[in-house]
């Protein structure tokens, strides 16, 4: 019984995993899609110079993600689910920033690339949510990863308002959610990947508006 409740627990980060990288490649396609459909319209019109604004406000926006993300992250698998949320946030006028303080050139044996997409698809996801109606200065999410040591550490930070005292006793209960249309089991399967590898996850209130989430999963 031991084993096959481990054998479900980890089948079901590996499917959270999974699942987290094929929404943004398909939200990545589809808005390929319109990029190419409106550049077709544009061309058929003979608006070639409207065609070429289109393509270099799409380069320019591609180059900055790519130069936001590429130098600190070398873990193909990581660097590419972020720049595709860096993407996918910014159509909603939300800014997702990588700390160039980060580096992850390698995990640790005890952490999947899918764990660290199931880990950072749902803290940022949440981060989103909390600074969605918040005004343009505080729609901003940060993300810090850091390898050293060979361990594992993740910082995602957001300017939205914050977390009660009563509510932050119960955000890793499965089922919490301070969202009515939320299933709120996002905290708890990260806390579950996170105890699982030996590590410890913990809410931060700092000087600045808003939470982290601070993750530390040392080396085996």
Not at 81 to 87: G, I, K, R, S, V
Not at 149 to 166: F, H, K, N, Q, Y
Request: net charge negative; glycine share 8%.
């Amino acid at each position: 019984a031991i084993q096959t409740a481990r054998l479900l627990d980890d089948s079901r980060r590996q499917v959270s995993g999974l699942s987290l990288v094929v929404r943004s490649l398909r939200t990545q396609s589809h808005e390929h899609a319109n990029l190419i459909h409106a550049l077709y319209g544009l061309l058929a019109m003979d608006e070639v110079e409207e065609a070429r604004r289109l393509i270099a406000e799409a380069d320019e926006r591609y180059r900055l993600a790519h130069d936001g993300v590429a130098p600190a992250i070398e873990n193909t698998v990581v660097c590419g689910f972020l720049l595709a949320e860096t993407a996918i946030i910014g159509n909603a006028d939300i800014r997702l920033d990588v700390d160039p303080s980060s580096s992850l050139a390698s995990l640790p044996p005890n952490v999947s690339e899918l764990d660290v997409v199931t880990i950072l698809g749902n803290l940022i996801a949440n981060a989103v949510d909390a600074v969605s109606e918040m005004p343009p200065e505080r729609r901003w999410v940060t993300v810090c990863i850091s390898d050293a040591d060979g361990g594992l550490s993740i910082r995602v930070r957001d300017a939205g308002p914050g977390v009660s005292a009563e509510d932050e006793e119960r955000l890793f209960m499965p089922g919490f959610s301070t969202k009515p249309d939320h299933t709120g089991f996002g905290l708890s399967l990260v806390r579950s990947i996170v105890h699982h590898a030996g590590g410890t996850i913990r809410l931060v209130r700092d000087d600045g508006p808003g939470v982290a989430f601070d993750i530390h999963i040392p080396a085996p």
